[in-house]
């Protein structure tokens, strides 16, 4: 990595595709970065998995992004925020901002009725992180595992009627019984951007979306003015890939999360 | 293991739960016999990995199968089998049997248009394992990959209405265009034998249903026959399982796929 200090060096890491919403946007805000994105989609989901797996993996994952030489991580999975940030930050030389507190903080912002809804991966329910995040900024939380959404998006199915009819049942089940009131809903996984149109579709009308994905770039672009105070806002990114699994698989895959074309992927083997 | 020569140990791999539906049909079929079924949960699902990141898990789990006594070996995960059992095969000492050949067999005994459907995972159709298979039983196959089914059986959905859409929109496109005339479905990944009944009402009625589940068991119970002359078929099984992820969530998802309580697991973790 040639990062100068006037440059910050973003290494970005997620269990797979997900996180590349995050660089979207991160790259969007600040332009004038070196990003080091690692999907370790040789372990993906890590959705369902327990907190000690997850743990382990994002630890590895940690020391790979600092030894490519990352001077900031971010934590763009919901699952390994909300089950590892702790150990992250524990096991990282270098600062380390999770997904979970930024959504957290926007919703706090957003919500009048202090009622929140969370959507996530089973994982990232099980764990409470959004809810103890919420409660601690005094608004009441019910967060709804969605386990068939990172699927759907992952067979390319962002606008069609099965999704549709899925987030509704999701939905439903989630405003209900006593959260009729909930006026924010969160996106708490870095998949549910690519559906958010259809999500506004089937949210009640007066709830506003908070997309975790973007709360964390804004959190970031903080960070990264108090630690590069020469930071040079008129450069260019340059975006360098690395996947556990096929690197055919994510030039394929990253550009429906990113945007734009995936180049310069790398395999990486974290057994070796 | 304690295993004399009179008892078959054998040891059943699959990435997660969807062995268990073969672990099932084994147990019906050769109820003398000790099991060691062994679930990669912390690395599933396998079928949206690549061949060389599967060929790794499936020998390290044929090493550590083989550790703990087992003598012959089923691979009751259709990607594993599709993707890496030449490899398993060289990497073993004792015998191997995998899901696809059983299921082809079967489907080449129940068609007489000598055209079949195979719906699996992604990872076994790019895999082309069953295609193969049955063009050398001189069979046309078409294989049709269902990334959905899998997160829909694990979601509990197995008599939901939204399944039976996702199951439609596959099966049209699979029996339509030139293959209206196939009458046979494969069910080329374990966990489709949970929405057995659903298929049957989704598929054309002319189809035979293939479950590869029970072809293999049924191999299995003609090799057990050949290398156990002395087996005692009045006996009791014995079940151990061993998961890589959580041992309570391996507990708790199991007996939907078993039929039956799931005791007595291990927790493993394979790069210790």
Redesign the interface.
Known sequence: MNSSPSRAAIGVFDSGFGGLTVLKELVALIPSADYLYFGD?????YG???V??VGRYAVEATHFLEQQGANLLVIACNTATALALDQIKRAAHVPVIGVVEPGAEQASSASKNRRVVVIGTEATVSSHAYRKALEQRGMAAREKAC??L???V??GWVEHP?TE??AG?YLQDAFGDGFQGADVLVLGCTHYPLIKPLLRRVAPAHVSIVDSAHSTAKAVAGKVGDFYKALDRRGQPTLKFFA???VE?FRRMGPNFLGHPVNSVEHVDL?E
Not at 41 to 45: F, I, Y
């Open positions: 989609t040789a372990r993906l989901p369902s998995k327990s000690e797996t386990p068939l990172v699927p759907l992952e067979e099965v009819q899925v049942i556990t699994d096929s698989k057994k």
